[in-house]
């Protein structure tokens, strides 16, 4: 790690992960992946609110777009619920999809 370079954290006070833009895994699914995990070990509770898309695009160095699709992923994932105006929260469990063995 260079002298000046600084280890990101997150909201929660997690370290990011280093993201190689051109490296072979999807910057988006990185993203993801690590909301997931937070999710998933209970860091994030039900109902939290994620912190806003500018907020989380600075926090791991990415665009807008980049953020946006790791949260439109998220979604699909069942793990997330988009509010108009008020934010991005954590949906409850019974609504998260199945995670299947291929996974």
């Known amino acids: 790690m260079a002298r000046d370079e600084k280890k990101r954290t997150d909201d929660l006070g997690a370290e990011i992960p280093a993201i190689d833009p051109r490296g072979i895994e999807l910057v988006y699914m990185i993203i993801a992946d690590h909301i997931a995990g937070q ?3 209970g860091e994030r509770a039900t109902g939290s609110r994620l912190p806003s898309e500018l907020e989380l695009s600075n926090a791991w160095g ?8 790791a949260i ?27 995670r299947t ?3």
């Open 39 to 41: 999710i998933e070990r």
């Open 62 to 69: 990415v665009a807008r777009m980049t953020l946006r699709r």
């Open 72 to 98: 439109r992923e998220l979604k699909e994932r069942g793990l997330v619920r988009a509010v108009h105006g008020k934010g991005t929260f954590v949906a409850p469990p019974e609504s998260r999809a199945p």
């Open 101 to 103: 063995s291929s996974e």
